[in-house]
């Protein structure tokens, strides 16, 4: 009978790596073992608190990096996931644009798990998503900084939709690096 039943449930739910399409062992979730291992080199195991840039623990000052010690900032900490390269730019680039919410609950648990890696996660007050103008938000039918916000799971941060986008600007996709 389990047999059957392990048989039917992979004939129905069909249960394939969300970046390559492979299918997935019982052992896997979300991504197959490559795209894991590749994901793996783009999560920042150390990075500064103040300007969220990868860097070693040796490059780590009492007031940020040296690239930003002198910098004034407005808030407290920041926290990095991952550098933006392949694979995590796929994925976050399919989830933004290809409608591809299913990829969502990987998403949230690659931040929710940085997020526990550092040292601030009981002092969080606000999760703040970053807002969309509301015409990219109609054409697109969802603000993913806010889907992934609410899925992060801290249950004493208040979630905060206040900031308003008033701007109509061009796809940070569509604008160079400077």
């Known amino acids: 009978a389990g047999n059957l039943f392990?048989?039917?449930?992979?004939?129905?739910?069909?249960?394939y790596c969300r970046l390559c399409n492979v299918e997935l062992s019982e052992d896997d979730r979300y991504f197959c073992s490559d795209c894991w291992q590749n994901l793996g080199g783009c999560i920042v195991d150390s990075h500064c608190t103040r300007c969220g840039r990868e860097l070693s623990a040796f490059a780590k000052l009492a007031n940020g990096c040296p690239a930003?010690?002198?910098?004034?900032?407005?808030?407290?900490?920041?926290?990095?996931?991952?550098?933006?390269?392949e694979p995590l730019r796929s994925l976050i680039i399919?989830?933004?644009?290809?409608?591809?919410?299913?990829?969502?609950?990987?998403i949230a648990h690659l931040a929710k798990g940085t997020?526990?890696?550092?040292?601030?996660?009981?002092?969080?007050?606000?999760?703040?998503?970053?807002?969309?103008?509301?015409r990219r938000r109609?054409?697109?039918?969802?603000?993913?900084?806010?889907?992934?916000?609410?899925?992060?799971?801290?249950?004493?941060?208040?979630?905060?939709t206040d900031l308003v986008r008033i701007r109509y600007t061009k796809e940070q996709g569509l604008l160079s690096a400077s």
Do not use: M
Not at 68 to 85: A, P
Not at 150 to 159: I, S, T
């Open 94 to 106: 399919k989830f933004k644009l290809a409608d591809k919410t299913n990829l969502l609950k990987p």
């Open 68 to 85: 930003c010690f002198e910098q004034n900032f407005h808030f407290d900490s920041i926290f990095c996931t991952g550098v933006y390269r």
């Open 138 to 160: 109609f054409k697109r039918g969802f603000n993913q900084s806010a889907l992934i916000a609410k899925n992060l799971g801290l249950p004493d941060a208040k979630f905060n």
């Open 6 to 15: 392990k048989g039917l449930k992979q004939l129905i739910y069909q249960n």
């Open 115 to 134: 997020i526990e890696r550092t040292n601030f996660p009981e002092q969080i007050d606000f999760v703040v998503p970053v807002p969309l103008h509301w």
